[in-house]
């Protein structure tokens, strides 16, 4: 993916960055990402992490049997207690409680034992009073945004006592695919690096990792059916994810609400996969020198015999109804310089366009997955190549040329779009580059009202080439959570100088829950001499 994205950022100055002087991030409750409707009451709640407790509305559809919530009730009282705790033991706080109890009710059937999936319901309320606040979701979904959103408004007063505002709030999210992309191949991340990512996601309520697994680099994904692929295509035999270290992958997600979409992408960025798989790159000639290959031979019976026992195995190892199948930036010399190639297109009539190999390949490729009932996402070149693509297919946007034009055309012929061309992480800049990712409207085409009804979401991609797990974490946040309240939030919330003062609180909320986000400008975070 060296090529994405092309051309330098602009760079952001630090006039256009905020005013100079910058203090302290300040008390007081900062929602980020901003939610639908927020009313806020001057008046003030105490609360004490001896006398507060979460517990299920006797009514609700998710009792203590739901260990999706109990965990969550653990960790959101850990995150909202547990640094205090940490720091001072368990000295006593001698203030009067106001609020005592956050009452949780799931109005429907929980889904409590299921996966989230793109039509997933995470929408909630949160009504703040004392002794006993409430809050009410259709399904666990909701439940896990609205305890974010609930330990968020929670701050302490320069005494130090726990405090909250009486406040109503009603939200939900503008898009329903908010997604990070990590990639594994170019740099191997440790699975506690991509565990810590998740948490991060859930701060700022995204609910999709896009994992990027294998590629040309190292092939780490550990494959039952064809255990030769790492074996051989991985760095080395510790930098591999065995079926435990996904699994764990995918649950940890679940329990945040959080949908794991895996990229095995093809027919280009394969070469590790001929380490371990004997005939399945093509052989290169003319000019290279012998044993070079190029992309996934698309001419052979064997190759898509191998491409449907290995992506059957993918499909019952990840749960999500979609499969991310790659198909950018394939090289086509190779395929020229291929005589039983050349001998094949001649046969099938293609005249030497090798974009009608590449739609013969893809196509094939579509019908293994269908098999598998499982929907496919492929990045845009699939589509603009013209590759005759089922109904349901989602295309990723990520060229940054004229990706407004993109998406018209894409949404025209009736696919779903996922936006990620002015979200790519891995390009930085000096200054303050969150503000150019933040003031992005996905929806800023010319399409018709239904066209852009199919704008499912987006994604802010971190490509890991420059990327392993010393700077995942500062490279990642608080850049992306810019994209996490553009795709969350109204498309009304956009005034800059309200977000810098939430997010630069936010900031210092994640890097107290072990986040090590990076500051967004000059200043400090309270309690930072603890951190």
């Given at each position: 993916?060296e090529?994405?994205g ?19 991030a ?10 639908r ?7 003030l ?6 006398d507060?407790?979460f ?5 609700s559809?998710?009792?203590p049997?739901?260990?999706?919530l109990r ?6 009282y850990?995150?909202?207690f ?25 109005v ?16 909630y309320?949160?009504l ?11 399904r666990?979904?909701?439940?896990l945004?609205?305890?974010?959103t ?5 701050y302490?007063?320069?005494?130090g ?10 939200d ?8 990070i ?7 191997y991340l440790p ?23 294998v ?14 692929l790492s ?10 994810y ?14 945040r609400?959080?949908r ?12 590790s996969?001929?380490?371990?798989q004997?005939?399945l ?10 044993g070079t290959f190029g ?16 992506f ?17 930036e394939?090289e086509f ?7 039983d190639?050349?001998?094949f ?17 893809i196509?094939?490729?579509l ?10 996402i492929v ?7 013209k ?10 946007v990520?060229?940054?040329e ?8 894409v ?8 936006l ?6 891995d ?5 303050q ?20 009804q ?16 010393t ?5 990642l946040?608080?850049?992306?959570s ?8 109204q498309?009304?919330i956009?005034?800059?100088d ?5 997010l630069?609180i936010?900031?210092?909320r994640m890097?107290?829950?072990g986040?090590a986000?990076e500051p967004?400008?000059t200043?400090?975070?309270d309690?930072g001499?603890?951190?």
């Amino acid at each position: 993916m060296e090529l994405r994205g092309r051309g330098p950022l602009t760079l952001l100055l630090a006039l256009l960055a905020a005013p100079s002087a910058r203090v302290s991030a300040a008390r007081g409750p900062a929602l980020w990402p901003r939610p639908r409707s927020v009313q806020t009451s001057p008046r003030l709640l105490r609360l004490s992490p001896e006398d507060f407790h979460f517990s299920h509305d006797p009514s609700s559809k998710a009792g203590p049997s739901c260990p999706l919530l109990r965990e969550a009730f653990r960790r959101y009282y850990n995150y909202i207690f547990g640094f205090y705790k940490w720091h001072h033991g368990s000295a006593k706080f001698h203030t009067e409680t106001d609020l005592q109890q956050l009452l949780v009710s799931v109005v429907l059937d929980s889904e409590c034992d299921t996966f989230p999936n793109i039509s997933s319901d995470e929408s909630y309320t949160l009504l703040v009073k004392g002794p006993v606040s409430f809050l009410k979701a259709n399904r666990v979904w909701g439940v896990l945004r609205g305890l974010e959103t609930f330990s968020q408004l929670i701050y302490q007063d320069p005494y130090g006592a726990f405090t909250i505002n009486e406040s109503t709030i009603s939200d939900s999210p503008r898009f329903p695919h908010r997604g990070i992309l990590i990639d594994t191949a170019r740099h191997y991340l440790p699975v506690k690096s991509i565990l810590k990512t998740l948490d991060a996601m859930a701060f700022n309520k995204f609910n999709v990792l896009h994992w990027h697994i294998v590629d040309d680099q190292s092939f780490p994904f550990q494959s039952i059916t064809f255990p030769e692929l790492s074996n051989k295509g991985s760095y080395s035999l510790s930098h591999v994810y065995t079926p435990n270290d996904v699994r764990m992958v995918i649950e940890y997600a679940r329990l945040r609400g959080i949908r794991v979409i895996p990229e095995f992408d093809t027919p280009g960025h394969t070469q590790s996969w001929g380490k371990g798989q004997k005939d399945l790159l093509t052989p290169c000639y003319n000019k290279e020198p012998p044993g070079t290959f190029g992309p996934i031979n698309p001419i052979l019976n064997t190759t898509y015999s191998f491409l449907s026992k290995l992506f059957k195995e993918i499909s019952m190892v990840f749960p999500d109804q979609f499969i991310h199948l790659g198909g950018d930036e394939v090289e086509f010399y190779c395929w020229e310089s291929n005589p039983d190639i050349q001998y094949f297109m001649k046969q099938k009539g293609f005249k030497g366009d090798f974009k009608k190999l590449e739609s013969f390949y893809i196509q094939k490729l579509l019908d293994i997955i269908s098999t598998t009932k499982k929907t496919s996402i492929v990045w845009q070149e699939v589509f603009d190549d013209k590759v005759k693509l089922q109904q349901g297919t989602i295309v990723q946007v990520w060229k940054q040329e004229l990706y407004a034009l993109e998406q018209n055309v894409v949404t025209a012929a009736g696919f779903p779009v996922i936006l990620s061309a002015p979200w790519y992480l891995d390009w930085i800049s000096y200054g303050q580059d969150w503000i150019k990712y933040y003031t992005v409207e996905p929806l800023d085409f010319g399409g018709s009202q239904e066209q852009k009804q199919l704008v499912i979401g987006g994604e802010a991609c971190l490509w890991g080439e420059y990327v392993d797990a010393t700077n995942l974490t500062p490279r990642l946040w608080p850049r992306a959570s810019a994209v996490g309240e553009r795709l969350w939030s109204q498309k009304e919330i956009k005034n800059i100088d309200d977000a810098y003062k939430r997010l630069t609180i936010h900031r210092c909320r994640m890097v107290r829950r072990g986040i090590a986000a990076e500051p967004l400008f000059t200043g400090y975070c309270d309690h930072g001499d603890k951190m």
